[in-house]
């Protein structure tokens, strides 16, 4: 086997695992293969240099018959490839699990695609399920067509995404679909006095947070928060006129916990939701759905970032109030990668400025994206597993 081979085969490795081959590695590659090269590194860079630049030109398809190529005509390079292929990577036990009973969820809100961000979650909560033998949901988040309005198409691009990644759902839940159980569950939590429905302006209950002092709605009677309620769900009442809010502590340490809100009003004149047939006008927030569903769904260990913490404080107000098990939060980091833009917000203010070609741009750090870059899913799995 020619160096020009094997200088070829480790450029082309890196390439596809990477998406793009650098030199570094390949240089690093060679000279851990051939010690006696050290001497000539100078001109020996200069020939992996022009190597990758070649590399770099050809798309992944034409890259992999390369790669086969390579292999045919040279046998010590498969074993070489056998030998330098990755060990599979173990997670770290997770707790409380046992085979055959976790249950995990991907949780995205279909206002976008998958983006190397949101992927964690996906990966972790899809490679649990199948490290212990268990089931895997993917759950559409679409309950706020005011902030965070669905996208029609976004349903599909998402379940594409998944299925590139190698994952098979074993339940896949809408939430818009089953608005009636958070409906329920609202009118069990009045009855309860666990919650009720406040009819303050915005700014008004902004205030009395931040005073620590309580809603004068606070003492309604359940009858009336029902009747309130139910008055909401008919539409009676215009966005920002009512909404129901789980009674906690007007003291608490973190604002955000103080009375905060379970459900409120949007205009389907003003806001549609392209997956409701009916006008419909109450909607949860995401404390309330997610605690909701996770209970329904039997969600057993939750995997989300470390930015949900918060949340996950005010969900146990929810599950406690209910007398529900509370399931297994495990929280891990956020993945930033520099120069790859992953707001979704700030992505849709790009896209509509034309500072992108759409969100496969390969500029960007969407799933879509990485894909048209040629990026493998066993790269990204990998890079998520890894960090």
């Known amino acids: 086997m020619s160096l020009d081979d094997e200088i070829l085969f480790f450029a082309v490795e890196n390439a596809l695992q990477h998406g793009k081959a650098l030199p570094s590695p390949v240089m690093n590659a060679m000279l851990s293969a051939h010690p006696e090269l050290r001497g000539e590194a100078k001109s020996l860079y200069q020939k992996v240099n022009e190597v990758v630049r070649q590399v770099n030109g050809k798309d992944s398809a034409e890259l992999a018959e390369l790669e086969k190529k390579l292999l045919l005509s040279n046998p010590s390079l498969a074993i070489k490839k056998k030998e330098e292929t990755p060990q599979e ?63 029609p198409e976004a349903y599909d691009w998402i379940r594409e995404d998944v299925k590139w990644l190698g994952y098979k759902w074993d339940l896949e839940w809408i939430q818009s679909q089953h608005l009636s159980n958070y409906y329920d569950v609202v009118r069990e939590l009045i009855r309860r006095e666990k919650a009720y429905v406040c009819t303050c302006s915005a700014e008004h209950f902004q205030e009395l947070r931040r005073l620590g002092e309580s809603c004068p709605h606070r003492g309604e009677k359940v009858d009336e928060a029902l ?12 966005e920002g006129e009512a909404v129901v809010r789980m009674r906690t502590d007007m003291r ?46 039997g969600i057993t260990h939750v995997l989300r970032g470390k930015e949900h913490l918060t949340n996950e404080e005010a969900q146990a107000y929810i599950y406690d109030a209910m007398g529900w098990k509370r399931p297994i939060s495990v ?40 894909r048209r870059r040629g990026f493998s899913p066993r790269a990204i799995i990998d890079l998520i597993l890894e960090v």
């Open 227 to 238: 009747e309130l309620f139910e008055r909401m769900v008919a539409g009676e009442f215009k």
């Open 331 to 370: 929280q891990h980091g956020r993945l930033m990668l520099e120069g790859i833009p992953l707001s979704k917000s700030q992505v849709k203010k790009a896209l509509s400025g034309g500072a992108y070609n759409g969100w496969d741009d390969p500029r960007l750090g969407t799933l879509m994206a990485l």
């Open 89 to 151: 990577r173990t997670l770290p036990p997770l707790e409380g699990a046992s085979k055959g009973a976790v249950v995990t969820r991907f949780a995205p809100n279909p206002d976008a695609p998958i983006h190397l961000g949101n992927a964690r979650a996906l990966v972790l909560s899809a490679e649990y399920a199948r490290l212990y033998e268990g089931r895997f949901v993917l759950r559409f988040e679409d309950t706020d067509p005011h902030v965070k309005p669905p996208m």
């Open 252 to 297: 608490h340490p973190n604002p955000a916990l103080r009375d905060f809100p379970l459900m409120r009003v949007v205009d389907p004149n003003l806001h549609p939701h392209p997956m409701l047939k009916n006008p419909t006008w109450a909607f949860p927030l995401y404390n309330l759905s997610a605690a909701v569903d996770d209970h329904l769904l």
